[in-house]
């Protein structure tokens, strides 16, 4: 006789926590439809989507592949993707309309993170009257975030101000923040990898943290007696599995346990530009396993992660750069400042493709968790020296459930809306909305 099947929503609860389960076999098939709406078998696994940006445009010679299909060659900043270069699509030829001035001067950098989800064009305004658009993440949010115990997670690895005037007229919370639940409504990213673990696997408040804290045990050992209990119900498939993301939480658990006690990076022995990082590769590889877990434990579906702020100006000496980022992209055509961007340019990708690894490494279903997921990469403004905002850099990766063809170059005609892709991936979590922004219909091509 076989075992019944687990409820998606059972939780391991214990004091003061809650961990939610990766997805299973035992928790049985869900239904899935097509991008057209038509009915198509039961899918393995859920579906989920992660928005991804990096500020200040990309050296777009290096970035963009010379040639169209499958067969084409990764190029320099893209060269860190090679081990799961079949995984992701280059998408050349959209465009984010919402960032041009349209007779409102400069702001282009914050222009072009509050367009980026929303295809709006931002009020300009450096007050409280914030006007912009509801942005792709939110839409989906809304429609299918009941389903899991977070409608969506919003993370990033630099803080930004929520007022203030940060960019030629506009208010830093359009430069700072990617999600927006309405068109007055941004939603602020967390930075602090300890209190996005918390969100994700606590039910307390602060004091129960505080507690947690000092009797310095994991949220697993919470959780025992609950585990015990389950693992008599579960595969051995399912047991293994489970043994496998509880490895991984209690990983990362331990990681920020050691960051606290680390001493803070010395500056090095030249002028300290503006925003030197404390740690970050080991920042933004933390926030990148933190979204694994929440995909992998169905805690949501749907997350947005700003790597920095637009208009940025991080100095990246681990990737030997020792000047600001901003200050760089206004490179004026001098050779070694864009080869300083390109630097800056392969070290994101290089996170990028760790976190794509990490979702590939991770079996779901008939395929992988990376196969259960839309990543969209990329940024609102091209070549940052310019501040154009067609033809951007967007990297589509994962196979969304079956309904992607990865492992191409694919060139869409000039001008056409980057909403137009959001729409393609809202159609894949079965959401139908007649337009975001300035689409003008579902990107297509996507299927091969």
């Not at 203030?164 to 990617?178: A, H, I, K, L």
């Not at 007055?184 to 505080?210: C, H, I, M, Y």
Request: charged share 25%; net charge neutral; with cysteine.
């Amino acid at each position: 006789m076989s075992k019944p099947f687990v409820s998606r929503r059972t939780v391991l609860k214990g004091l003061s926590a809650a961990v939610a389960l990766p997805w299973m076999e035992s928790m049985g098939p869900i239904a899935s439809w097509a991008a057209d709406a038509s009915p198509v078998k039961a899918a393995t696994a859920p579906n989920r989507m992660a928005f991804l940006y990096v500020p200040n445009g990309i050296n777009m010679a290096d970035w963009t592949p010379k040639t169209e299909g499958s067969g084409y060659e990764l190029t320099p900043v893209l060269e860190a993707l090679a081990p799961v270069r079949d995984d992701f699509s280059i998408l050349t030829g959209l465009t984010a309309d919402g960032a041009r001035p349209h007779g409102d001067g400069g702001g282009d950098h914050a222009r072009a993170l509050a367009c980026y989800l929303t295809g709006a064009h931002p009020v300009k305004t450096d007050g409280t009257d914030i006007r912009n658009g509801i942005s792709v993440d939110q839409v989906a949010a809304s429609r299918i975030g009941d389903q899991t115990r977070l409608a969506s997670l919003e993370i990033g690895c630099e803080p930004g101000a929520m007022a203030g005037n940060c960019d030629s007229g506009y208010s830093c919370v359009y430069s700072s923040t990617m999600a927006w639940r309405s068109a007055t409504q941004p939603l602020p990213k967390e930075v602090n990898p300890k209190l996005v673990f918390e969100r994700l696997f606590g039910s307390g408040g602060n004091d129960d943290r505080a507690q947690r804290d000092k009797l310095r045990r994991s949220v697993l050992d919470y959780v025992r007696d609950d585990t015990r209990d389950l693992q008599s119900k579960l595969s051995k498939n399912d047991n293994r599995k489970l043994d496998e993301y509880f490895s991984s939480v209690r990983d990362i658990e331990q990681r920020i346990e050691r960051a606290t006690h680390l001493p803070e990076v010395k500056a090095p022995d030249y002028p300290v530009p503006a925003g030197i990082p404390k740690d970050f590769p080991d920042h933004i590889k933390l926030m990148c396993d933190l979204m694994v877990l929440a995909f992998q434990a169905d805690v949501t579906r749907i997350s947005t992660f700003v790597f920095t702020n637009e208009g940025s100006n991080r100095s990246y000496p681990f990737a030997g750069v020792s000047e600001g980022h901003h200050d760089l992209s206004h490179h004026g055509n001098d050779a070694k400042k864009k080869e300083k961007i390109r630097d800056i340019n392969k070290f994101h990708v290089a996170q990028l493709s760790y976190l794509l690894q990490k979702l590939k490494s991770i079996p779901e279903g008939e395929g992988t968790l990376l196969d259960h997921c839309m990543i969209a990469y990329g940024s609102a403004n091209s070549d940052g020296n310019a501040h154009n905002h067609d033809n951007l850099p967007i990297l589509l990766a994962g196979k969304g459930g079956g309904t992607i063809q990865s492992g191409r170059h694919i060139v869409y005609p000039k001008e056409t809306p980057l909403s137009n892709l959001w729409l393609s991936m809202l159609e894949r979590v079965d959401v139908k909305v007649p337009f975001l922004g300035d689409s003008t219909g579902a990107l297509s091509g996507l299927m091969g």
